[in-house]
């Protein structure tokens, strides 16, 4: 739980423009919450509420990342579970920092991997016609935004 806290406070100094509006929650210090605000169209519209949970024996095992906001992406499901291979069972490292975690995060978001799918529909839209992807992701952003991201820049400004 300590490691968490330092690296807590280390991720708000260095101050991560695309993950902000860092909450922990104080009657648990292993789950945080925060918003990953994408630089990528077509995402870019748009700010995701995500939560990091922490096992009890990490620095050990991974943490466990899931989307609160509903998000239109080959690697996401529907229940918010993410495709991030950093953060898989077979390829997590003892070493590995959170904030190396969440820029991977930012850069799949940023960047979907339809090779290794969560949702085969949207892998194969965003394959076979890209234009389509953007504009249905683009859609579903501005529908599901949380909090929408001129909001965001105020969050950004208070915290």
Known sequence: MYLTLMELE???KCGMK???NIQVDEANLLTWQGLIVPDNPPYDKGAFRIEINFPAEYPF???KITFKTKIYHPNIDEKGQVCLPVISAENW???TKTDQ???SLIALVNDPQPEHPLRADLAE???KDRKKF???A???TKKYDSPPVWQVDILANCS
């Open 61 to 63: 095992k991974p943490p």
């Open 18 to 20: 695309n993950f902000r």
């Open 125 to 127: 839209e965003y394959s």
């Open 138 to 140: 683009e859609e579903f």
């Open 10 to 12: 280390e991720i708000r």
């Open 134 to 136: 953007c504009k249905n």
């Open 101 to 103: 975690v969440i820029q």
């Open 93 to 95: 490292k003892p070493a």
